[in-house]
């Protein structure tokens, strides 16, 4: 319990970026954390990021951010500008000038001073803003290239390419490391007797994350995450104390999956909002479908763990006499500590 502080499951991708190609420059769109960023600067990660006052160090550092090549000849930035941004992110803007040869290349020369899990993506959009690639980087994979026609226009005309595989894997990486969604599904189905329930809750808990996670990501619904991160706490700590108050198998416990699921699905979207893959429903269908598909191979394989395990517990007699309930009740303790986290800390 003491290793929760760092567990909040909803943003490995604390960063993105987006290359505009206009008529006579190239700009570059950089977006760190405020975490992020203070390691960036060598400064320990046991401080708190102070990131209003280091601006100038920041915009020191923003030419080393990316590697940007056209045809093997490095591209120096013209003018580099640093911002603060909302929820203490860092914005960065280096216009480089435009791109002569064919062969694009992106190199982010600083997610391998990051943590290992760190990911980011890349995505090229033309002057109308209209999505032409996107890239998902981690620190093995830190290089994206990128084929230009002589206008500027990426091969393969107005198709925007994203990687399928890329987001299938950070879904399930998501979900494997989100724990307080785990958390969640464990309070949901220690307390169920039948099968049936259980693929009840597995269903709605489903759907509603689907449902959600889709209108947040498509910018139809927009909640922040200052008030989602709470909201998903406060589902864990009221699911843990109503096992504690109900002797039976909670009734409607479906409806209420399918209620919570919904505040679960917008965690879920911050990953690809913050990605900037909200431009163009095209640009933004293989990875929504790709990533959600990620999640649930995730969450499908943990339930084939846990189940066996719940029902095998079950014929113990201390387990039945009090296992529910000292699960319930550390589960409970834990979503309190992350809500008063959310609410005061973060």
């Given at each position: 319990?003491l290793?929760?502080?760092?567990?909040?499951?909803?943003?490995?991708?604390?960063?993105?970026?987006?290359?505009?190609?206009?008529?006579?420059s190239?700009e570059?769109?950089?977006?760190l954390?405020?975490?992020s960023?203070?390691?960036?600067?060598?400064e320990?990660?046991?401080s708190?990021?102070?990131?209003a006052?280091?601006?100038?160090?920041?915009?020191a550092?923003?030419?080393?951010?990316?590697?940007?090549?056209?045809?093997?000849?490095?591209?120096?930035?013209r003018?580099?500008?640093?911002?603060?941004r909302?929820?203490?992110g860092?914005?960065?803007?280096?216009?480089?000038p435009?791109?002569?040869?064919?062969?694009?290349r992106?190199?982010?020369a600083?997610?391998?001073?990051?943590?290992a899990?760190?990911?980011?993506?890349?995505?090229?959009?033309?002057?109308?803003?209209?999505?032409?690639r996107t890239?998902?980087l981690?620190?093995?994979?830190?290089?994206?290239e990128?084929?230009?026609?002589?206008?500027?226009?990426?091969?393969?005309?107005?198709?925007?390419?994203v990687?399928?595989?890329?987001?299938?894997?950070?879904g399930?990486?998501?979900?494997?490391?989100?724990?307080?969604?785990l958390?969640f599904l464990?309070?949901?189905?220690v307390?169920?007797?039948?099968?049936?329930?259980?693929a009840?809750?597995?269903?709605?808990?489903?759907l509603?994350?689907?449902?959600?996670l889709?209108?947040?990501?498509?910018?139809?619904?927009?909640?922040?995450?200052?008030?989602?991160?709470?909201?998903?706490?406060?589902?864990i700590?009221f699911?843990?104390?109503?096992?504690?108050y109900?002797?039976?198998?909670?009734?409607?416990?479906?409806?209420?999956?399918?209620?919570?699921?919904?505040?679960?699905?917008?965690?879920?979207?911050?990953?690809?909002?913050?990605?900037?893959?909200g431009?163009?429903?095209?640009?933004?269908?293989?990875?929504?479908?790709?990533?959600?598909?990620?999640?649930?191979?995730g969450?499908?394989?943990?339930?084939?763990?846990?189940?066996?395990?719940?029902?095998?517990?079950?014929?113990?007699?201390?387990?039945?006499?009090?296992?529910?309930?000292?699960?319930?009740?550390?589960?409970a303790?834990?979503?309190?500590?992350w809500l008063?986290?959310?609410?005061?800390?973060?």
């Amino acid at each position: 319990m003491l290793c929760t502080g760092a567990a909040f499951g909803h943003n490995p991708m604390t960063s993105w970026a987006i290359a505009r190609l206009h008529g006579e420059s190239l700009e570059l769109e950089v977006e760190l954390s405020a975490e992020s960023a203070w390691l960036l600067l060598g400064e320990p990660a046991t401080s708190p990021p102070d990131v209003a006052n280091a601006l100038p160090r920041l915009k020191a550092l923003a030419p080393s951010l990316y590697s940007v090549t056209a045809s093997g000849v490095e591209l120096a930035p013209r003018t580099t500008d640093v911002e603060l941004r909302e929820e203490d992110g860092v914005g960065f803007l280096l216009v480089y000038p435009r791109p002569a040869g064919r062969q694009l290349r992106f190199d982010a020369a600083f997610l391998p001073k990051l943590s290992a899990d760190h990911r980011t993506t890349l995505t090229l959009k033309d002057a109308s803003d209209k999505v032409l690639r996107t890239e998902l980087l981690t620190a093995s994979n830190t290089r994206a290239e990128m084929a230009l026609e002589p206008e500027g226009q990426s091969a393969g005309g107005s198709q925007p390419t994203v990687s399928f595989r890329a987001f299938l894997k950070l879904g399930i990486e998501h979900i494997l490391t989100g724990y307080d969604h785990l958390l969640f599904l464990l309070a949901l189905l220690v307390v169920c007797r039948r099968f049936s329930s259980m693929a009840a809750i597995i269903t709605c808990f489903t759907l509603a994350h689907s449902i959600t996670l889709a209108l947040a990501a498509l910018n139809l619904v927009s909640i922040p995450s200052r008030i989602v991160e709470p909201l998903i706490a406060a589902s864990i700590l009221f699911v843990g104390v109503e096992n504690i108050y109900r002797r039976d198998e909670p009734r409607w416990r479906w409806a209420l999956t399918f209620a919570f699921g919904l505040i679960h699905g917008f965690g879920f979207a911050g990953v690809l909002k913050q990605a900037g893959l909200g431009s163009g429903g095209r640009a933004l269908l293989v990875p929504l479908f790709s990533f959600n598909l990620g999640v649930e191979i995730g969450q499908v394989a943990v339930t084939a763990i846990l189940l066996p395990v719940l029902w095998k517990l079950r014929s113990v007699e201390a387990y039945e006499r009090y296992g529910r309930h000292v699960i319930s009740a550390a589960v409970a303790l834990v979503g309190a500590y992350w809500l008063v986290q959310r609410l005061f800390f973060s």
